[in-house]
């Protein structure tokens, strides 16, 4: 999930969108939480936080081959640059087609855009979520693309498999940011932020 940043046009019609739902929560008695951060004051340990994940998937694979493992160097290098930047719109797909499964609007309350200053593509909900709803839809790329390449490269000594599968995990670091601010959350309302990763949580008073 990249950082979003308000705008004209589309962004602004998010935020107008994000403020006037958080407003009529308010009116029926929600207190609301802001769990949002920005990435530049994000410490280094934070940043860490896939670290431990990567190290999982890199141990797992070459304790799974041992000497049947194909070394690094002799990975096709051009193949997975190609299928890392096609997992970069994938990876959004997956969060809206998560949190689509929820929303009542289904795809309708799901925006897609790209970030002309992070250079990147962005998912955005603009209903207000469960919070296992919410904790699934950002989980999924991690999960499915992350996890997936891992489990093909069990099946297959495969180099590339290893390299996505961590190349994945380290893309959904802001994710797994997003999921740790989350995790000791069980009850309330949670509705994503269109300008910051993280969102709000709304709680009955």
Known sequence: MELKRKGKGKKQKE?????????????????????????KDTNSLDMLLSLPLIVLVVTGYFWRWGKEAI???????KLVIFLL???????????????AN??????????????????MPYCHCCEALEVKAYKLGVLAPAVVLGGGYFLLALLVPNTEFLLLSAFNIFMATADLLIFWKAHGIHKGLLIDHPEQPGFVVFTKK
């Open 102 to 119: 929820y929303a009542k609007k289904k795809m309708k309350s799901i925006s897609f855009g790209f970030n002309l200053i992070e250079l």
């Open 15 to 39: 935020y107008e969108e994000f403020e006037s739902l958080c407003q009529r929560l308010e009116k029926k008695n929600y207190l609301k939480e802001d769990r949002t951060f920005s990435l």
């Open 71 to 77: 070394p690094l160097w002799e990975s096709d290098f």
């Open 85 to 99: 930047v096609v997992s970069i719109p994938v990876h959004e797909l997956l969060h809206g087609l998560a949190w």
